[in-house]
């Protein structure tokens, strides 16, 4: 492999592209603002602890696919592979643990150690959101509105949603029991990945996305039938609060999501423009014991893959977004035309507008041909005359079109604003 490549499962963001991540992202930060929601930034390692306790031993992630290493202290520390939970590590100083409301959203790369494919690397970038503190089940259906109102407003149409309940964990014993007896018989004719999670962890089994057990999946027992009426009543409000804002949704009773945290409401957002990998976009309502924490911090988010929402968006037709170009070019013929634009330049860009040239002598026709490179939206050839002048012609590069000016950086910036 070529040195100038990147390791497998990474990528570089080129500067072509970049203009329509910063479009995702600044988004994100206009969106979730009207929502209350305020940017919280976290390290992009944390103590190993805080994944294996956060999201539990027995998730895929955590037995799999994390990236683990120790520093020069022994310390066992891992690149994150999902937000939450250094996110609730986070906040878990603040008075959330008390039931008061904490709005935050993060941007950033995530992680993993995962067989690279379309829509799935091992460094990653997630645009997220949590509620932590407070538990409503009103607040899971704003939450995933909040969701739908970003998609739209980059214009990804057409999703699905799908939801489901995970109850709390007083109800799960009766579910995994059914769930037991249901897969028992099944076992040997299921991968050997849901034969060992029948032993550790047979939610795991229900997220199984291998063509062998999606039959014996499709026909197992409802676990929200064992759940209390509690449960039932939460999941009902949030459905109702779906309704009542015109929100379709499917109920999926196999909708498990891969991480132990969950409780009450779990959600997803699929898109068939992306082929196998359909879902874009995830979440739910959580509880999290993190180290050296008394009790839980409980909490409901969701994260949404920004290469997967890129991907969409190319599925659906929309162009990346342009590059900015230069406003104006100045051509400099002369050794002394060439100081004179230098500043000119200068101030220009300090009036906000955004100016090329090249900074050494060149022929007329080669400094026109930067600016058509650049794609620059107007140009203005300085010389001995001009500079004697103080007037120049001011091209406009569509159409050719010309017009005197003043040779002054208020005069050009007056006409291009």
């Keep these: 492999m070529s040195k100038s490549s990147p390791p497998p499962g990474t990528s570089d963001i080129l500067p072509e592209e970049a203009p329509t991540w910063n479009l995702l992202e600044n988004t994100a930060r206009k969106i979730f603002a009207l929502y209350g929601y305020r940017e919280l930034r976290t390290p992009i390692f944390e103590y190993t602890e805080v994944f294996q306790r956060g999201l539990g031993d027995e998730t895929e992630v955590v037995k799999k696919e994390m990236y683990t290493f120790e520093d020069r202290g022994g310390r066992s520390l891992t690149l994150r592979p999902e937000g939450t939970a ?58 995933i509105a909040m969701l739908l ?111 132990d945290y969950y409780v009450h409401t779990v959600f997803e957002l699929v898109h068939p423009g992306l082929g196998g990998q359909t879902a874009i976009a995830g979440g739910g309502r959580y509880e999290l014991r993190l180290p050296e924490t008394g009790k839980p911090i409980q909490g409901v988010g969701y994260a949404a893959g920004m290469e997967r929402l890129l991907m969409v968006r190319e599925a659906l037709g929309i162009p990346p977004v342009p590059q900015e170009n230069p406003k104006i070019f100045l051509v400099s013929m002369g050794e002394r035309a060439l100081a004179f634009n230098i500043a000119l330049a200068a101030k220009l860009r300090k009036a906000g507008i955004a100016a090329g040239l090249e900074l050494e002598t060149k022929s007329l026709k080669s400094q026109m041909r930067s600016a058509d490179r650049l794609k620059a939206a107007w140009s203005v050839v300085v010389g001995e005359s001009e500079l004697e002048s103080g007037k120049a012609m001011l091209k406009n590069m569509a159409d050719s079109s010309q017009k005197e000016i003043e040779l002054t950086a208020d005069a050009l910036a007056k006409e291009l604003c």
């Excluded at 014993?173 to 999670?197: H, V």
């Excluded at 459905?239 to 009542?244: G, H, N, V």
């Design 149 to 259: 109102h970003y998609l739209e407003e980059i214009g990804i149409t057409g999703t699905t949603l799908y939801l489901n309940t995970r109850g709390v964990a007083a109800d799960r014993p009766a579910a995994e029991q059914a769930l037991r007896q249901y897969f028992e018989p099944c076992l040997d004719r299921m991968c050997a990945d849901c034969r060992e999670r029948f032993e550790r962890n047979i939610w795991r089994i229900l997220d199984c996305k291998q063509e062998c057990c999606r039959p014996f999946i499709e026909q197992a027992p409802d676990p929200a039938a064992f759940f209390s009426d509690e449960s039932k009543l939460y999941f009902k409000k949030v459905c109702d609060a779906l309704t009542a804002m015109g929100i379709e949704y499917v109920v999926e009773p196999r909708l498990v999501r891969g991480l």
């Design 86 to 143: 250094g996110v609730m590590r986070s906040l878990s100083g603040t008075d959330a643990l008390n039931g008061v409301e904490h709005r935050v959203f993060y941007i950033g790369p995530m992680f993993r150690g995962e067989r690279p494919a379309a829509g799935r690397r091992r460094q990653f970038h997630q645009i997220g959101v949590e509620n932590a503190g407070k538990v409503s089940p009103e607040l899971d259906a704003e939450c």
